[in-house]
Structure formats: C-alpha cells, structure tokens
C-alpha cells in the first residue's frame, strides 16, 4: 500500500510528512478485518534544494509562495516527520527515494515554462501481514456498535482532503494551514496493540470490519463501513471523543484528527474489545448502530437536533463521469550536447567537472541524511535495509524482510521503487515504462519467487489542467497499464492519483507566477521471496581474478535525455531512454533469479543502472566494496561518445563475478532468454597499489581517474551539508572526515566464543520472563522472540497488569524492559513510564520485591535501559547509574554500531563473552549516558558497572561520532550491578540474534541461522537452571 501527502508537506513539512507515513499505517492495520504493518518505505521530490551558501550552478531559485517551505526547509522538516512516526510506531522504514527538479524549459523555440515541485511529492508505503481468516471484512450485522478507536477529534486537519485536491495557490492560505493535521503516533501504536489482540483470536475477533479514518474524518468513515454492507447507521454525535468542547457539529464529524478507526463490534463481543482497550490504554467510544435502514443519521443530543438526516444513496449514488478534454502536445526540445563543450566552454577537463556536478545532484547523491534517522532493525525480521556492507553505505537496491521470526524461515517479502520523472518532459509514456522498469532492476537483486507474483503499486501525480498534461496521463497509464505490464504477467492493483501538482503564486511585484510538475508516476513493486539468505548487494568484494559484467538492456540505445547528467547542465535533452522490449527486461528479471538458485554463488555483487548512469552504478559499488575499479569502455562506446556510455541511464546492471566462471554465468543468462550482445565484461576490481582508485579507460586510454576517497567525499557532501544544517555540525563533520581513512577496516566480528557452540538446557523446562511493556513501547515481540529462543516461556506484561493486580511479578525469574517510546518520550525517554512504578504502591512494591529475591534477573534495553536508569532507587547497587539524556548529534541515531564487551565484566548476560568486539542495531534518540558528577562517574567505574562500550573500527574505545552515536560519557553502552543480574543497555541485541538479520555479517562463518548476540540470552538461561 503506497500513499501520497503532498499538500500538507507543502505547508507544514514535519506533521505533513508525519501524517502521511501514520494514515499508510493506518490503511495497513485497517485491511479486511484487520492487519499489522510490518515495514514501509518514504519517499521525496522537490524542486532543488538551494542549499545556503551551498548554491550549485545547475539551481535557479524561481521563488515561491510565502505560506509554502522551500524545498530545503521539507528536506530537513519532511524526512524527520515520516522517520519519527515509523520510529516511533515501531515500522522499520527500509526503502525510498530523493528527487529534485526544478528548471526553465522549452515550450517553443522562443518560450519557456518553468518545470519543478514547488508542489512537492511525499510518498509513504508499506507491506504488512495478515492472517487468512481476516483477508475479507465480513458483513455487518444490524445492531452491530459502531466504534471509533483512537485519538480524540480536535480542531486540526479541517478541508484537508478539497485543499489537496486544488492547485496549490488557489486555496486560500488559511485553509492550507488548517487542513494540516497533527501526528501522535504513540497513540496509534495504542490502537494497533488492540488490533492484534482481537486478531490473535482469529476466527474469534469481535471486529467485524474496519475503516481507517482519513480525508474527511468520521464523515466519509462512518458512512463508508455501514455502506459495505448496504446498511445505515444512527450516530450520537456527543459521544465521539473531542479534545475541545468548543467544536462545532461540522467540526467533530469532518475533522480529519489522526489515529482514528472506525469499527464494526459484534454486540455480544463488546465487552471483550473493551478489555482490549482497557489494557493498552487505548481511548474508544461506541459512537452509533448499523441499522437495517439505509439512512444516516446523525443526532445531536446537546443541540437537540438531527444536523445529518439522509438516505445512504444521496452519499454514495454514482456521480457524473468527469469529462475533461486534452490535446497531446510536443513542446520544442533540444538535443543534449554530449561534448559539454557548449556548456563549460575552455574548461580544462569536462569529465571531472561533469563527475563532481553530477555526484552533488540529490538524485545520485548519497542518501545517508535520510536514513541514520530511521530505525530499520524494529521487529528483527529485517534481512536487508539500505545499508551495505562493513562501511555501511546506503546503495541497497531493495529491502528484504523475512516472513517472520524463527531459525528456519527464509522466505520473506520485497518491495522496491521505481521512478523517472524527468523523462516525462519528453515521453510520458517513456517515463512510465521506465519507473516500471527500475522498479523490477531493483527489486531484481532479492530472490523473488517468481516475476508473475510481482504486484505493483501506482501513484500517478500530474497538473492535469496543464497544456498536454492529460493527454500525457491517459499515454502513460495506456504504456503500462494496457502493454508493458501485461506483457510482463504483472498486475497493478492499487494507486492513488493526484491531478493538482502545480503551485501558482504572485511575486512581491504582483506579476503572476506558477511551477508545474512533470507528469510523475512512482512505482512501487512487491514481491514475495523465496530465499532471503540470497539478496544481492552492490558491495564490490576484494577479490582477485574477478571481473564487473556489464548487462544492457536497451540493446545498445544511450539516450541522453532526462539525465541527471543533462540535469545538472540545465538541460532536458530531446530523446528519452525507453522500453522497447518487454521480454528482455523479463528475460532479465528471470536469469536474475536463476543464478540464485546455482549452490556456489556466481554473483558477488549487483547493482542496476539508474540515475547518473554506469558511472554512478560502478562507484556506489566501489563505495559499498571500499575498493578501487579499472573500467574498459570500448565494447560499449559508440564513435568515441564516452559521455553517453558513463552517463546515459537506459535500463541496465552491473555484476561482479569471478572470471573463471563467465562461462557458466553466460550460459544461465543464454538459458533465461538474455542474448549474449546484452552482456560486456568492462573491468576489475582495483588491486594493490590501485585499490582506491576508480579509472575508466578508452581505446587504452585514461579518460577518467579519481581517488575513492575523493569520489566518496563529493558525492556525500550534499548528505553532509543537509546534516550539518539539521543537526549538531560538528558531529556532522567527524562523520563526513571519517571517509578520508583509506585504511578504515569497517565493522568486524572479534569474538571469544564460538556462536554455533551447542546451548545444553530442558527445552521442556521453561522459566517465565515477564517481557514487560508500557504505552508507546514496540520492541517486545522480538525481545519475546530472543528469550522464547534461549530456552524461556515468554510472557506478554503490561504494566496496567501489575497496576491493576492481575499478574504478578512473583511468578517470574526475570523481566525484560523493551524498546519503543513509552509515553511518546513525553517526560523524557523512559520517564513516564518508571513514574507508574515509584508512583504507584502495588507496582513499587512489586519491583522492590523482586529486585530484593537473589534468584532474579532484569534486562533493560534502550527504552526500557533508560527506564531501568530512572528505577535506580529499587535496585540494588544501581545508585551511581548514569542517566541517559538527548543525543551529542541531536537526532535520533539509527545506526549498526561496533560494542565490545568489558574484559572483566561480572554480568551473568555476558558470561564467556568478555573482550569481544562485534556490531549491534543502535535506535535511540537519547541515549548518551551523564552523571551528576565526576565523583559519581569514578565511583560507577571503579564499582566496575560499566559492562559494554562503544569502540571504533580498530576496536578501540571512541567519543567520535558516529562510532560513539549518542557521545556518551566513557562511550558506556550497557550498564549493570554489582551482582551482575541487572544489565540496562541502550544498543539492541534482541533484534540481531539472527544472523540475517544483522546488516552485514561474514559469509564465511559457519554460525548457522543464529547471529552472536544470542549468546546473551542464552547465558541468561544457563544462570537461571533449575533455580526457579
């Protein structure tokens, strides 16, 4: 499911992006009878960024409406919205895209048009899971309560569905403002917590179907779920919840407040789903009746009136078809100068400058601002996110994640993006065909199970008003709604359209002003996996007597035009690369597959061809392999043109593959339908004394050469300058310094014990840990997981379970504190909820109790290492415990991170693993450990409480950022007692206990399916035996 929030990110950049990534989680969790999110995606594009004091000679700053942000300001607002409710929620966000465009073209020989989005693009997807008996909402009975589940409805989001559908500027900009809605993802967390619960029973579930509450608040949601069913519905107004007495009738039923659900209950079952609520704490109130009569109507008490009395066929009777009349225009286009000469005229080296113009462009810049502020090992069912390799670079193709949790399951779900707008000022059907197109190059690189099981989603965007535009619209959904597609056996059953993509304003001199969107089509593919061991990824490996094969799609064809590299020259070129043959990119997809299947794997690393061409592809693989290439152009040059074989982005890939293998590579590829005039064997990775540098030779000539670390640099600069405006600059910096090591060993595996060693424990004999959780809190399912694994019965505990006295802590021989953000972090990360315990006799004396039994054993991780922090004053020899306070970067840091464990460490978790060094999934925004004093910090260490720091890639114990990522005192990154049965830790080992689910991990260890960090559960178990 992909969804677009286009107008609100316009005007309010953060709530705008915030409340589109939570209203696709909600369109998720509301399918059938009822759903779990599991990962999702976000996506960006804007005009270009004009970055202060960092203006590049492609951006012309063509102003904008004064109550619209600038493209800077929703790059730095936007992501950190879409990041903090999928953080916060609890859904790892493990894919998307960064576009900008804005520019003066053609229309005629003599007049121009500016092209761009000041309008901007906020996509937010996602893949989720459901059981089968839920896949069909059942049919409402009459009688059934109407509920709304969720927040309460506020005076926020009025207009938002009609202020998105107009031209940006025709609105009025006080109805741009109220449309925008406020996110409270803690809240929606809430209600999905009551959601599994009642799908845990399966066939039991009292919910009969769900909505989701979106554009036009309980006015279209209401309505809609009693219309599924052909039936009406009698609502009490005064009964949905209202954060203001003030509101008006109009605007409590169409206020679009987030975090809402409506739900159909079965009345004999309404008892049961308030239990559910009660116990996550989750508001919900039982608002109406389905009746058998097919009217709405709506009754307010306090009025003593009926403001809304009408058959159901008034609302949903069929409307007049829209008719909208185009005419196909082809504006004047000229061809791109493959020279560059008439764009840098006596420039003394045209490649270079072309390689640094176009490494700075958005589009094939790195991404890494967009995604450290993610948590993408939430769930630990992530097998691949967008970070490759021991340096972690963001270049991944696809995200990968497994089916669910279990040492066995290696299938799982893809999803990939593809889009090419600006080639759609030249083909909107080419543009069409190639956002497909991407879509598959990418998702290519995971072990789908077959193309036919693809599925697509469709976001169509256009200024349909615009001259040529509908027309545009009506080729492109013909290009691959009714040829590409079924010719690739591939069905697209969802989308969302938006026709208003252009924003019109007056400029301080009152001359009239407007930017129109290309025609913009953002693909999104789904596949489900066969084998999530088997993903590809673009990390060169330094290998010798290997070779990169080249593998073109487009039969040989480099059109130039739409390029990033005519981007960054201010040109849109004249002839657009295509699709022209639907069985190569399905041959292609399919021989992919195949060598997977071959048991010594033949592909070492893959990347597709896409923006900034082959030579972006070959440096991202370098970049990801931290190695050098020589690159031969002469099988792929035509007449001398080495600009367009490096920079054209016709549909292709890359792989690496040893050389005495080609043979057997090129008979899978002929035996899939690929011809061999497809395949070019262009090069090697670098060795010796070239390893860091990245040449591309012509007829035995160099025509180009740089140093990796040179290359590296430009291309993160643009990521490194949107971070050093957004958060903490020095640490910016120290991460953007730390590429220039050309010796950098990246992450490792140092360890003192074997992972496959044999855990001897009763798989019969389970001792219960309380996997203990609060509002807001996401990461107990795999912490269940971790100690459900080591040898533990796991119990789900919520703390209005021991509040209330139905569970005690005394039946347990541990707890286990987990992940997420109790209380949204409202008081302080982990506050709100250590106040329900000091604040609250039955859960004080609980947790004083069981502190105090000398059988006992506590976890705390991130959010619950910080609540454990706040609980000091119960646990014994805690009291010089540090607090844990906002990070050194300011932002939330979501990293893999090099620990290692203290030497002499008495913690009964990490027995037999003192003195490793080895990663760990790092998701926090406040995790850097402070003390009141340096006396109390000497005093922490000489108690020796310090069990676990953060360590560089020499394995040495660091304050430098991103190594450190919170800048905590000491770089301490678990904390325990002196009886060692306590240990609180800000780093997540539950999420990487299997080894798949670690971001990078050496292929040739013999581990098994489980990762090292399971260790610690294990020992935990040992401890425990028969003591219980």
Sequence with gaps: MVETHNHPTAVSPFPGAATGSGGEIRDEGATGQGSKPKAGLVGFTTSNLLIPDNIQPWETDFGKPSHVASAFDIMIEGPLGGAAFNNEFGRPALTGYFRTFSEEVPVTESTTEIRGYHKPIMIAGGVGTIRPMHVMKKTISPGAHLVVLGGPGMLIGLGGGAASSMASGQSSADLDFASVQRDNPEMERRAQQVIDACNSLGDDTPIQSIHDVGAGGLSNALPEIVHDSDLGADIDLRKVPCDDASMSPMAIWCNESQERYVLAISPDKIAQFEAFCARERCPYAVVGVATAEKRLIVRDPLLNNVPIDLPMPVLFGKPPKMSRKTVSEKPFRRPFDTTLQSYLPGHHNLLAEAASRVLHLPAVASKSFLVTIGDRSITAMVARDQFVGPWQVPVADVAVTTSSLGLDVITGEAMAMGERTPIALLSQAASARMAVGESLTNLAAAHVTDLRDVIMSANWMCAADHAGEGAGLYEAVQAIGLDLCPKLGIAIPVGKDSMSMKMKWQDNDNQKKEVTA?????????????????????????????????????????????????????????????????????????????????????????????????????????????????????????????????????????????????????????????????????????????????????????????????????????????????????????????????????????????????????????????????????????????????????VDVHMTDIISGKVSLKNFVGIAACGGFSYGDVLGAGSGWARTILLNARARSEFEDFFARDNTFALGVCNGCQFLSQLAELIPGAQNWPRFARNESEQFEGRTTLVKIEDNTKSIFFNGMEGSILPIAVAHGEGKATFKSDEEYNQFQAQGLSLSTYVDNYGKTTQQYPFNPNGSTGAIAAIGTPNGRVLAMMPHPERVILKESNSWYPTDQNWGQVGPWLKMFRNARTWVGDNY
């Design 518 to 794: 290309p025609l913009s089509l953002v693909i999104t593919a789904f596949g489900t996996v066969k084998n999530n061991h088997t993903t590809f990824t673009p990390q060169l490996l330094s290998k010798p007597n290997t070779e990169l094969v080249y593998i073109d799609l487009a039969n040989g064809k480099q059109r130039m035009g739409g390029s990033a590299l005519a981007q960054v020259f201010k040109e849109i070129g004249s002839e657009a690369p295509d699709i022209e043959n639907a069985d190569l990119l399905k041959n292609f997809f399919n021989a992919m597959q195949q060598v997977k299947e071959v048991e010594v794997p033949l592909v070492l690393a893959y990347h597709d061809r896409s923006d900034g061409g082959l030579f972006a592809t070959i440096l991202e693989m370098c970049f990801a392999g931290h190695v050098g290439a020589q690159v031969e152009l002469d099988g792929i040059t035509h007449n001398g043109d080495a600009v367009s074989a490096l920079y054209n982005e016709e549909l292709g890939a890359v792989v690496q593959i040893e050389s005495a293998r080609y043979e057997e590579f090129e008979n899978v590829m002929k035996g899939a339908g690929l011809p061999t005039s497809a395949l070019h064997r262009i090069g090697k990775v670098a060795q010796h004394d070239e390893k860091d540098t990245i040449t591309f030779k012509l007829a035995n000539d160099v025509i180009y050469s740089a140093s990796r670390i040179d290359l590296y640099r430009a291309w993160s600069k643009t990521s490194y300058l949107m971070q050093a405006a957004r958060d903490n600059a020095v640490c910016a910096k120290q991460e953007y310094d730390a590429v220039l090591d050309p010796n950098d060993p990246g992450l490792q595996y140092q360890l003192t014990f074997d992972p496959a060693e044999e855990h001897n424990v009763s798989s019969s004999q389970r001792p219960k840990v309380a996997i203990l959780r609060d509002q807001g809190v996401n990461g107990q399912i795999e912490m269940a997981f971790a100690f459900h694994l080591a040898g533990f019965e796991s």
